[in-house]
């Protein structure tokens, strides 16, 4: 078992890299971050995510190009990244439904969330830099993985050896995020 210091000493590591090497990432480190995406917790246990990993060559070009503005400055460091993991939002089960329309929550978006942060803090674990995308073109993401209709390409991580070296983190300070008791 890891020590909480060292648990966070181990999370305050993991950052978003926005450079990387064109070191190939070793299968049985992919499988360890993939299977620690998949153990992640989820409302009703619904698992409400498929992992779409994109590490062919054009493919990899095509969804860099997907995923990048660079006339807005977007995530123009895309094209040089050696695997993308796509989440998919599946289905949640029925339960998890049910009690997200009676709570007014869409669980399922916080579920990849937490799925995410695990795929990433594996990967810092095992030497990898990740940075998670929200800003790609949707649409072509989906029409090149073809993903089925009605389903959503919510996240894609950015998955490989970091070039740039680590950054300081630049926090708000606890007083401003924590509170005890009361807002």
Same mark, same amino acid.
């Given at each position: 078992?890891?020590?909480?210091?060292?648990?966070?000493?181990?999370?305050?590591?993991?950052?978003?890299?926005?450079?990387?090497?064109?070191?190939?990432?070793?299968?049985?480190?992919?499988?360890?971050?993939l299977e620690?995406?998949?153990?992640?917790?989820?409302?009703?246990?619904?698992?409400?995510?498929?992992?779409?990993?994109?590490?062919?060559?054009?493919?990899?070009?095509?969804? *860099?190009?997907?995923?990048?503005?660079? *006339?807005?400055?977007?995530?123009?460091?895309?094209?040089?990244?050696?695997?993308?993991?796509?989440?998919?939002?599946?289905?949640?089960?029925?339960? *998890?439904?049910?009690?997200?329309?009676?709570?007014?929550?869409?669980?399922?978006?916080?579920?990849?969330?937490?799925?995410?942060?695990?795929?990433?803090?594996?990967?810092?674990?095992?030497g990898l830099?990740?940075?998670?995308?929200?800003?790609?073109?949707?649409?072509?993401?989906?029409?090149?993985?073809?993903?089925?209709?009605?389903?959503? *390409?919510?996240?894609?991580?950015?998955?490989?050896?970091?070039?740039?070296?680590?950054?300081?983190?630049?926090?708000?300070?606890?007083?401003?995020?924590?509170?005890?008791?009361?807002?």
């Amino acid at each position: 078992m890891i020590s909480g210091e060292k648990m966070l000493a181990h999370i305050n590591t993991r950052q978003s890299d926005r450079g990387y090497s064109d070191q190939p990432v070793e299968k049985e480190k992919l499988e360890r971050i993939l299977e620690a995406g998949r153990l992640a917790p989820s409302a009703c246990n619904s698992q409400p995510w498929k992992f779409i990993v994109v590490d062919d060559h054009d493919l990899r070009k095509e969804i *860099a190009a997907a995923s990048s503005a660079k *006339a807005l400055g977007f995530n123009k460091f895309t094209d040089q990244v050696p695997v993308f993991i796509v989440i998919i939002r599946e289905k949640s089960n029925p339960v *998890a439904q049910i009690g997200g329309t009676i709570k007014d929550k869409d669980y399922s978006l916080i579920d990849i969330g937490i799925a995410a942060e695990n795929i990433c803090l594996q990967a810092t674990a095992e030497g990898l830099g990740t940075c998670i995308l929200g800003w790609f073109n949707e649409k072509l993401v989906k029409k090149l993985l073809k993903v089925p209709e009605g389903k959503r *390409a919510e996240l894609i991580i950015t998955l490989g050896y970091p070039s740039k070296p680590h950054r300081e983190k630049k926090r708000k300070d606890p007083g401003e995020v924590i509170s005890y008791n009361r807002y």
